[in-house]
């Protein structure tokens, strides 16, 4: 991959499905990715990977067993592996995720929100 500028507003302006990842950029063994959120996912965790959450437009609360954290603009949330977690966005959410190559979006479950095969933009 080449060295490249990312204009965050351009990336997110380029598509509207809503919780379907998509790849901007590389970094070792981890892959940069953006995708809108909006509604309720579904209870899952990640056997082997850490996820990192960046809010950049809107409000996400990331539901936990014990808790609720709440991220706005310019905030993120690091959910450990094997921490069961059920992201929310009341309203469209647009979120940077930085996580390993192997992470599928719904980790332990498979269903119809289930991504297994990511786009680059």
Known sequence: MKPRTV???EMFGQFQDHWSPKIVGEVNDSLV???K???EFVWHHHEKEDE???VVQ???RL???DRDL???PGEFAIIPRGVEHLPVADEETHVLLFEPKSTLNTGNV???RTVPTLDRL
């Open 58 to 60: 809107g409000k996400l």
């Open 70 to 72: 709440v991220l706005g």
């Open 33 to 35: 990715k953006l995708v």
């Open 37 to 39: 959120l909006k509604g």
């Open 7 to 9: 204009n965050l507003a």
């Open 110 to 112: 498979r269903n119809e």
């Open 52 to 54: 990192l959450f960046f």
């Open 63 to 65: 539901k936990l067993r």
